[in-house]
Each structure stands twice: as structure tokens, then as C-alpha cells.
């Protein structure tokens, strides 16, 4: 099938990443296998080749602007659905060692297809809920970096996302819209997890007009034994 690349090639021009022709033939290949899998599951709603571009590739790349991704940096995306960010970003930087993490087994097993069609090394793909995985020892503050486009608030998402990530690391949150209000309402979750507001960068989402924020979480200090609470209790009641 024939693809109209310019404004994939243009908003990659304009974060400044270059990528080789067999990256953007895995980006097609992912394209098309999300497409296929999307007529028998609920993986996406958007499904129109430049609305997939933008609004998933392109904002899941955006991460260059937040962070040096030319590192060998170990990663978490947790609750990744069809897998963004993780599976963009390993494709375009195939330096990062990613985890993505699912609570729904049939997106994992998708998932696992894609690595393999891709030829993808050092990704896994992992099924479990952050609240179970995040009390194991091979993942509790064992990442470098935490990522997430899971649409929770901030204090619920923090207390899934901190108790992953090692003392130094940082945990990037990717969200839309207006965020004043919740990012002051996550203060005390933030705090109590053991992190800091590093910085909170706002921009438009490369060729749209989609107001983007990254909140930049850096982790000072180890998240107490209590954290994250038993399953659900994040979401339902998050820390005031």
C-alpha cells in the first residue's frame, strides 16, 4: 500500500530525528498490523494513516523534547495499550532497553506480534496490573525512566509510575488540556511517593494544533513499602 510520508518526514524534521528507511518501513509494518488487530479488538479510535501520525506516533516521539533519548536508558512504559509510546520510541531509538506493561493480556499478545514482525531487541512485553508488578523486586526502582499517556490524574498516575523508577530516574507524564488544577492536586501524592516536579514543559503537538504538556517527575528518594496500594485503591482514592 501506497503512504503519503510528507507530513510524518516533516514533523520528524522538526523534532530533529532521523530515522533510516527500514525504521520507517517498521512504523508502516506497525501501522498496519495496529489496523488489522483494531477489526477484532478495541485498540485505537483513530485509525486514518496521518491521524495515526500525529496523534500517536508523532506525540509518542515528542519525548525528544523532554529528554535525551541517544542514551542506553532502561524504560518503562506502564499501561501502554497498543503500545505507545514504547513501540515508537524503541523504533526510533533503538538504544533504549523498554519494558511495556499491560494490564490487559490480549493487548500484550498483540504486542509480542509486533516485536517479533519488527524484529525488535531488547522489549519485552509484560501482562500485569502496576499495583501487583510494582511490589516485585525485578521492577520495583529498576528504570531509569518511567513513561505513561494513561489518561488517570496525576497523584493516582504518580502512585502506579514512582515505585518503578530508581533514585535519580524521573517519571514523564504525557498530557493534553488544561493541567493547573490537577498538577496542584498531585502535590502531596508526588511528595509522599518520593519525587519532585522537575519541570512541566507545554508545546503543540508538531504538525497540529493539539495543546501537549510534559510533567517531568524526578524521584529523590525511595517510595515507601506501602506504595502503590492494593489494586483499584490508586484510581478510587487517590493521595490527598
Known amino acids: ?4 510520508l510528507e507530513k510524518f518526514k516533516s514533523g520528524l524534521n522538526k523534532l530533529k530525528i532521523d530515522l533510516s528507511e527500514q525504521q520507517i518501513q517498521q512504523f508502516l ?11 477484532v479488538m478495541n485498540l485505537t479510535a483513530i485509525t486514518e494513516f496521518e491521524d495515526v501520525v500525529e496523534k500517536h506516533f508523532l506525540d509518542s ?11 542506553e536508558l ?5 499501561g501502554t495499550g497498543a503500545g505507545f509510546p514504547g513501540i515508537p520510541l524503541k523504533i526510533a531509538f533503538p538504544n533504549l532497553n523498554i519494558v511495556l506493561m499491560d494490564s490487559l493480556n490480549k493487548r500484550i499478545n498483540f504486542l509480542n506480534e509486533v516485536i517479533e514482525a519488527l524484529q525488535l531487541k531488547n522489549i519485552v512485553a509484560v501482562h500485569g496490573r502496576a499495583e501487583e508488578m510494582a511490589r516485585k523486586t525485578e ?6 525512566l518511567c513513561v505513561s499517556r494513561a489518561v488517570a490524574n496525576l497523584a493516582s498516575l504518580s502512585e502506579y509510575c514512582l515505585p518503578f523508577v530508581t533514585q535519580g530516574g524521573s517519571f514523564i507524564s504525557y ?8 498538577l496542584s492536586q498531585s502535590k502531596k501524592a508526588i511528595f509522599v511517593l518520593g519525587g519532585k516536579i522537575e519541570s512541566v514543559k507545554k508545546f503543540r503537538l508538531v504538525e497540529t494544533d493539539a495543546e501537549r ?9 525511595k517510595t515507601p513499602k506501602t506504595y502503590p496500594r492494593k489494586a483499584g485503591t490508586p484510581s478510587k ?3 490527598q
Do not use: T
Open 1 to 4: 500500500m501506497e503512504y503519503n
Open 29 to 39: 509494518k506497525y501501522y498496519e498490523m495496529l489496523i488489522e488487530k483494531n477489526k
Open 61 to 71: 516521539l515528542s519525548l525528544i523534547q523532554q529528554i535525551e533519548l541517544y542514551q
Open 74 to 78: 532502561k524504560v518503562l512504559d506502564l
Open 139 to 144: 521492577y520495583r526502582e529498576n528504570f531509569d
Open 175 to 182: 498530557k493534553s488540556g488544561e493541567i493547573e488544577e490537577e
Open 213 to 221: 504538556s510534559f510533567v517531568q517527575i524526578k524521584k529523590v528518594k
Open 237 to 239: 482514592n487517590p493521595i
